[in-house]
């Protein structure tokens, strides 16, 4: 069965320390791998997308990198800010035209 | 473009009765997604559409819930009769050959 795991299930940093948050998936075939924020109360809004192809793509402070022969990804965040509490939700598309499969999320705390 | 737009944004309804949530797909879109979010199980998909038909309807729990996307810019979600376990958060989603992916704000329903 297609799966998305992901780890540490909640993390608590300290505002402007960095974090990385860990994905491993075995879904197969394999084509693409997302990151996602979500905000309480809110729609999970998109991050990252990363091909097969691909093994590294930043935005902004988050950069996400992936492994896709060990089928590892990792989204780390550079001087985190209070505005980076949130779930982080690991997400990868098994082919093209099919909907997606999701991990269930870690859980980012950042406090003052 | 107003994105993803659901309606109610809250729901609070006794067991027993029909509850209907609305979605309007970003215009252009042709994939409208049908998604679960709670605690214990995160975000699973129960429905989606590609060009207005239904395409994998495999994740709708019952037959108590039933999707239908009449036109490409308007599809309900509907559970008859509701159960206290159906609450949760249900998001929609829409996106164009699995590029531009995006999610509505949520509908959150409780069953009492």
């Known amino acids: 069965k297609n799966q998305v795991e992901q780890s540490p299930q909640s993390l608590i940093i300290l505002e402007g320390k960095n974090c990385t948050l860990q994905c491993n998936y075995t879904v197969s075939p394999f084509s693409n791998l997302r990151w996602y924020k979500q905000d309480t109360g809110r729609g999970p809004v998109s991050l990252t997308i990363?091909?097969?192809?691909?093994n590294t793509k930043s935005n902004g402070r988050y950069t996400a990198t992936l492994d896709a022969d060990t089928k590892q990804s990792s989204l780390h965040i550079t001087a985190s800010q209070l505005s980076d509490s949130a779930s982080y939700i690991c997400v990868v598309s098994e082919q093209a035209g099919t909907a997606l499969i999701f991990g269930k999320g870690t859980t980012l705390s950042v406090s003052s | 473009d107003a994105g993803v737009i659901q309606s109610p944004r809250h729901e609070v309804t006794e067991m027993g009765q029909e509850v209907t949530l609305r979605c309007k797909p970003i215009s252009g879109h042709n994939s409208l997604f049908w998604y679960r979010q709670t605690m214990m199980r995160g975000l699973e998909l129960l429905i989606y559409?590609?060009?207005?038909?239904?395409?994998?309807d495999s994740g709708m729990p019952e037959d108590r819930f039933s999707a239908k996307m009449p036109n490409a810019s308007f599809s309900t979600l509907k559970i008859q009769p509701s159960e206290p376990r159906d609450s949760a958060v249900y998001f929609c989603?829409?996106?164009?050959?699995?590029?531009?992916?995006?999610f509505g704000s949520g509908t959150r329903l409780t069953v009492v």
């Open positions: 559409f590609n060009n207005n038909v239904p395409i994998d």
């Open positions: 990363m091909t097969f192809s691909e």
């Open positions: 989603a829409s996106s164009l050959l699995q590029v531009g992916y995006t």
